[in-house]
């Protein structure tokens, strides 16, 4: 990743030095005189337009619009030159990111308001969880064992890597409660760019978190009626936030970040078992993948009768998404209907 990043660096110099001539960019504003804001996912993204909706000078961007999620992008020249620029730049910081620290140390505007969504979140960000039945990635998993001592799968456990570094959960836009605190975090950044405009986004900041407020209640309430306290995804969990912000249960067959597609006998089997055993009437998966693994854990029940359906982790939404009126807000939404038919 390293190197790839090195040569998109040296790409985009060979650009911006071809650009640099005759242009002239404010402290706070591209080119055009308005305020760029660069985010690198669509929550990202839609949190600053609800922020910022009724400025004319802003200026938002969203670098991952095309359906690649966070765990498998790689940034173009193009990319870079956007935030070496712009005023404000939003991304997660997970491991998915390593990448932004390369640009940001060669950004042009040094006076740059960056936000790292696990540094806002500080001791609330969560390890990623291995749980039981669950399985590795190959290429990270952990083989210090003693000869002869089996891998024992009984007991969860935090992701970690060979180091013994901690492997965070970087789907933290997945609890309303998270972005509660995000969007404090951005409206504060908003206005240091902005000061002329800072009763709007303190104005926008208080209607939305409202918004979000409501609709936490709305899961607790769901959550707190549920016959079930368990979902089980044939599929990668990026959903420990939200379970674990409502006292849910699950099981997966992969962790959130996982790059693995196929699931081994052991699992499907344990998975297959956990259904029977906890009464369930679905399984689940993530959006944009296929239901073959979830449908293979159907077909190794008792019942064989169960329903597969589908949480959206947002890590596919697309700008054309974005322009047929598809909303942070209304995501969530729609994964409370099939949460609740899922606990139910």
């Known amino acids: 990743m390293k190197k790839i990043i090195s040569a998109i660096l040296v790409a985009f110099y060979a650009v911006t030095c071809l650009a640099a001539c005759g242009t002239n960019t404010s402290a706070a504003g591209d080119a055009s005189g308005k305020i760029s804001v660069v985010a690198t996912i669509f929550p990202e993204y839609d949190w600053v337009k609800n922020i910022a909706w009724d400025i004319d000078n802003i200026d938002v961007t969203m670098l991952l619009d095309n359906g690649v999620d966070l765990h498998s992008y790689q940034p173009t020249a193009v990319d870079i030159a956007k935030i070496s620029d712009c005023d404000m730049f939003i991304y997660v910081g997970g491991e998915s990111d390593e990448w932004v620290e390369d640009a940001l140390s060669e950004a ?79 409206e504060a950044g908003l206005e240091k760019i902005d000061a002329a405009n800072a009763e709007s986004y303190r104005t926008n900041l208080d209607s939305y978190k409202a918004e979000l407020d409501k609709l936490d209640k709305q899961y607790e309430a769901v959550t707190s009626a549920a016959e079930v306290k368990t979902v089980l995804f ?72 169960m329903d597969v359906l589908t949480l959206d982790s947002m890590q596919s939404t697309t700008s054309k998404d974005v322009k047929e009126g598809t909303t942070y807000l209304g995501i969530m939404m729609s994964n409370l209907e099939v949460l609740k038919k899922a606990l139910n």
């Open 108 to 186: 042009k505007n040094k006076d740059m308001v960056v936000i790292n969504l696990l540094e806002t979140l500080g001791e609330s960000v969560k390890a990623e969880e291995v749980k039981e039945g669950m399985e590795h990635d190959h290429e990270d998993e952990d083989h210090d064992h003693e000869e002869g001592e089996e891998n024992d799968h009984e007991d969860d456990h935090d992701h970690e890597h060979e180091e013994g570094e901690i492997e965070f959960d970087e789907h933290v836009w997945l609890s309303l409660k998270n972005t509660a605190v995000i969007c404090d975090a951005i």
């Open 234 to 305: 044939g599929d990668r969990f990026p959903f420990r936030y939200l379970v674990d912000d409502y006292g849910l249960d699950y099981y997966a067959a992969f962790v959130g970040c996982s790059a693995e597609t196929e699931a081994s006998f052991e699992t499907i089997v344990f998975l297959a078992n956990k259904v029977d055993e906890l009464g369930l009437k679905h399984v689940m998966k993530i959006e944009g993948t296929k239901a073959d693994i979830a449908d293979t854990i159907i077909n190794n029940t008792n019942g064989k009768d």
